[in-house]
């Protein structure tokens, strides 16, 4: 796992620096897709003030999706493709992370359903990138497939 926190460090880096207010622009987003999509098996944010949630085009083709169509940026579309057993403790987790200001990253090893049924097993972990009046307003993870589909 240690690999994985790697990875998820440089990824955390490279996008905070699209999202860091005071320095728009200062990495072309093509260039941190690259860097994120050959170092990991997709990205994600979330918005915590408005539930709003952005994934990468990695991690849709993880699970067999093309684009924003077939996989909105909603948390719908990641509930529906996981296996039905890790979303409860999943979404508790998550929840329990946002919370606890002593907490530093969130991270789960699930299962998902890919668009033609089958199943891959992949390790999340994301960490609060930025706060807002001292709560997390904005979550960066990534995702790394654990083996081949099952």
């Not at 890919?114 to 706060?131: M, N, P, Q, T, W």
Request: hydrophobic share 35%; charged share 30%; net charge negative.
């Amino acid at each position: 796992m240690d690999k994985f926190r790697k990875i998820a460090e440089a990824v955390r880096t490279v996008i905070w620096l699209l999202v860091e207010d005071e320095n728009p622009g200062n990495v072309g987003e093509e260039l941190v897709r690259l860097g994120v999509d050959n170092t990991t098996d997709g990205f994600w944010i979330y918005f915590v003030e408005t539930d709003a949630e952005w994934y990468s085009p990695k991690f849709r083709s993880v699970l067999g999706f093309e684009n924003e169509f077939d996989f909105p940026n909603i948390p719908e579309s990641w509930q529906r493709q996981i296996v039905p057993e890790y979303l409860p403790d999943t979404l508790k987790k998550f929840g329990l992370f946002l919370s606890d200001p002593d907490k530093n990253s969130y991270v789960e090893e699930v299962e998902y359903y890919k668009k033609d049924g089958s199943i891959v097993r992949l390790f999340c972990e994301g960490h609060i990138a930025k706060y807002k009046d001292g709560k997390p307003n904005i979550v960066l993870g990534t995702h790394t497939m654990v083996n081949t589909t099952i």
